[in-house]
């Protein structure tokens, strides 16, 4: 019977102290890690159970970690620049994947984690394996209006103290980095470019009613990636497939991955 090892640990990089966390199965030595990227205000605490199942289901190691700025990683200052999803995939990324002795990799990401795991596997040749889920690759005014909605809803104490919860003092911080940056006019014109330098197996998953962008945009990654690629737009699912249907969800991995 398979049992998953947990580890936490904080990594030393050259900005500061990164918390991670591993699941490993029992007899998953051989298979090289998938690596999480938490959405725009995510942390590890709020993958919940869906890194052990993960681990479990495909029998792999499974890395999940905040980004700087979150969670339990160390605080950051200043805003993300407009080009954080490029700075976070080939910079801050980098350095961890270099602290935690990874070598080949599949990488996973959801949302604003999506895109910099686009960006990842486009830039990084031991990235074996992709799946995004609900990634942007451009700013449509969908994206916009789901951003400025969110933004008045944390104007709630209520709402506000649940972000608390996961990101502690750094509440605020996460949800500028969030809603100031992508409301910047300058970032209105962002889009991923590196698309066709992605050369291993993809999987592209989105919702067909995500609050955040249209179905345009996934068929958009799955069209322009150079590699094998599976496309998967789940029908009557908002921006979280693998909180709401997560059993479509590693169905779609299994196909592609396992």
């Known amino acids: 019977m398979l049992k998953v090892n947990q580890k936490e640990q904080f990594v030393n990089t050259r900005r500061g102290k990164i918390f ?30 869906f890194p052990a199942e993960l681990a479990l289901a495909f029998n792999r190691p499974v890395i999940a970690y905040d980004r700087a700025g979150f969670g339990f990683s160390y605080p950051r200052q200043a805003l993300p620049s407009s080009n954080f999803i490029q700075e976070e995939a080939q910079d801050y990324f980098v350095e961890l994947k270099q602290a935690l002795g990874i ?16 960006n990842v596997a486009a830039t990084d040749k031991e990235c074996v394996g992709l799946i995004s889920i609900s990634a942007p690759a451009y700013v449509e005014n969908k994206t916009l209006e789901g951003i400025r909605a969110a933004k008045k809803l944390f104007t709630e104490s209520q709402q506000f103290e649940k972000l608390r919860k996961w990101h502690g ?7 500028d980095a969030w809603t ?5 006019d300058e970032f209105k014109e962002w889009h991923f470019d590196g698309l066709s330098d992605i050369h291993c197996k993809s999987l592209i998953i989105h919702g067909s009613d995500d609050e955040f962008g249209s179905v345009a945009i996934p068929q958009y990654i799955a069209k322009h990636i150079a590699a094998e690629t599976m496309l ?6 908002g921006h979280l497939p693998h909180v709401t249907h997560k059993d479509a969800v590693f169905r779609q991995i299994s196909t592609l991955f396992n």
Do not use: M, Y
């Not at 003092?169 to 949800?175: E, F, G, I, P």
């Open 169 to 175: 003092n750094k509440a605020q911080w996460v949800l």
């Open 103 to 118: 070598r080949e990799f599949l990488v996973f990401g959801h949302s604003a984690g999506g895109a910099i795991a686009l």
């Open 20 to 49: 991670v966390k591993t699941w490993s199965p029992n007899s998953s030595h051989s298979k090289v890690p998938l690596v999480l990227i938490h959405e725009s205000l995510g942390s590890v605490g709020q993958w919940r159970k």
């Open 232 to 237: 998967c737009i789940i029908d009557r699912c």
């Open 180 to 184: 100031e940056v992508w409301l910047r």
